[in-house]
């Protein structure tokens, strides 16, 4: 085991090059400013996480032992590539689409800045590896990579990172499985960076299973140019408490974003949900649309802002959150945020949080239906309407099937 010090960081960057040598070193110094976050910050409000201090943690030299087949993987018609990633050590890339970066050996693809804060500034200083997908210009990879990102060893602290980059009117989509051993505790802070150049199209799809032991701070950098398309859809399943922060830059003229997602927590499950999305040029577009439920103790938060910069004319843009609270002890947090500094813009959100409608009960069971068929089917089509719109079809029967187990072990208790 590795402590989070200065002997550890030198150990693992002493052989990476000096640029990024540079930027590690700069990172670890944020490291040992930076404090932990809290609720007193705006970004971490409703955010009860139970880490006391990173540097209480340590990191694994080796990866463990790997898991199973992932089930998410076998469904996939075809892949293009695979990846396998443990403990935040890639041991596995195969296709011509893949590779490792190990020892920083990166495209140039816009990062997560270090001193967001002290989980992404520990991301830079001490983790050395990374998986990175790439389509060249022009390329059209029509089969999704398919990246296994796992957490095997309890009681640690891992930093997985994926890194897509899609060159100039090329295409190319890639699923991500992050999942661990249903009871391992420990800290996992997921990296994903993604830059789809002039008229590329990138599809990310992430399918977020850890374990109930598992505190997850996710953190996500998308970037798009000109005329390119992005699709990010997130199905938060798994963690005791998982974050999700994501950043779309949109930079380049007639840029496209499309971020779909559906959660389902349960139990004292917190899944934290924190969008930006910048529309920094013009005639850009952008939807989010998330739907997610929450019973027992658990509690879901979703904070999106919308910001159009000046340059952002011609912009249109807008954002849904919708959730259902399935138990008197859950509670759904959802603050949508619009900041427009541009005259030429359509753009709008909406949100809303509330149990299942009594009015559509009625309606069903007027029609025949037992109570408990009525809100099974009223369930189901709330969350159709958001796996539905997922870009790889083939993971929507597991998807729904997970969403309704998690339906029926509600209406078991």
């Known amino acids: 085991m590795l402590s989070l010090d200065r002997t550890t960081h030198e150990r693992l960057t002493g052989a990476i090059p000096p640029a990024m040598r540079e930027r590690s070193a700069?990172?670890?110094?944020a490291f040992e400013r930076l404090p932990m976050p809290d609720q007193a910050e705006e970004s971490w409000r409703y955010a009860d996480y139970d880490v006391d201090d990173l540097a209480d943690l340590a990191l694994v030299e080796q990866p463990g032992?790997?898991?199973?087949?992932?089930?998410?993987?076998?469904?996939?018609s075809a892949i293009s590539g695979r990846v396998v990633v443990v403990d935040g050590h890639?041991?596995?890339?195969?296709g011509d689409a893949v590779r490792t970066a190990a020892?920083?050996?990166?495209?140039?693809?816009?990062a997560v800045p270090a001193d967001l804060d002290r989980f992404a500034a520990a991301h830079d200083a001490f983790g050395v590896d990374a998986a990175v997908v790439?389509?060249?210009?022009?390329?059209?990879?029509?089969?999704?990579?398919?990246?296994?990102?796992?957490?095997?060893?309890?009681?640690?602290?891992?930093?997985?990172?994926?890194?897509?980059?899609?060159?100039e009117a090329s295409q190319l989509s890639v699923v991500v499985h992050q999942r661990s051993a249903p009871d391992l505790s420990g800290v996992v802070v997921p990296r994903i960076e993604?830059?789809?150049?002039?008229?590329?199209?990138?599809?990310?799809?992430?399918?977020?299973?850890?374990?109930?032991?598992?505190?997850?701070?996710?953190?996500q950098r998308?970037?798009?140019?000109?005329?390119?398309?992005?699709?990010?859809?997130?199905?938060?399943?798994?963690?005791?408490?998982?974050?999700?922060?994501?950043?779309?830059?949109?930079?380049?003229?007639?840029?496209?974003?499309?971020?779909?997602?559906?959660?389902?927590?349960?139990h004292a499950q917190t899944l934290d949900y924190r969008y930006f999305m910048n529309h920094a040029a013009p005639s850009t577009t952008s939807n989010m649309f998330l739907k997610g439920a929450v019973a027992g103790e658990a509690r879901s938060i979703f904070s999106g802002l919308i910001r159009i910069e000046e340059e952002g004319q011609g912009t249109n843009a807008h954002q849904t959150n919708r959730n259902l609270v399935l138990s008197d002890g859950a509670e759904a947090h959802s603050v949508p945020n619009l900041e427009i500094l541009a005259n030429d813009v359509r753009c709008g959100h909406g949100s809303s949080?509330?149990?299942?409608?009594?009015?559509?009960?009625?309606?069903?069971?007027?029609?025949?239906?037992?109570?408990?068929?009525?809100?099974?089917?009223?369930?189901?089509?709330?969350?159709?309407?958001a796996l539905t719109r997922f870009p790889i079809h083939d993971l929507e029967p597991p998807l729904r099937t997970a969403v309704m187990e998690r339906y029926e072990r509600v209406v078991a208790r």
Request: no cysteine; net charge negative; proline share 4%.
């Open 222 to 266: 998308l970037t798009g140019g000109r005329d390119s398309h992005i699709t990010m859809a997130e199905a938060g399943l798994g963690g005791v408490f998982a974050r999700l922060h994501l950043t779309v830059d949109l930079v380049g003229r007639g840029a496209d974003a499309r971020i779909l997602g559906a959660y389902f927590g349960d």
């Open 134 to 167: 790439t389509a060249g210009r022009g390329q059209a990879i029509e089969a999704p990579v398919f990246v296994d990102l796992q957490a095997v060893t309890p009681g640690v602290v891992t930093f997985p990172r994926v890194v897509v980059h899609a060159a």
């Open 353 to 385: 949080v509330g149990p299942l409608d009594d009015e559509q009960r009625y309606y069903l069971m007027s029609r025949g239906l037992s109570r408990e068929r009525s809100d099974r089917l009223q369930v189901k089509g709330f969350f159709e309407d």
């Open 103 to 110: 020892g920083g050996d990166l495209p140039e693809v816009p």
């Open 26 to 29: 700069a990172a670890f110094e």
């Open 65 to 76: 032992e790997g898991l199973d087949a992932s089930p998410m993987g076998a469904v996939l």
């Open 90 to 94: 890639v041991v596995s890339a195969e």
């Open 194 to 219: 993604v830059l789809a150049d002039t008229a590329a199209n990138v599809d990310l799809t992430i399918v977020q299973e850890w374990g109930s032991g598992v505190t997850a701070i996710a953190q």
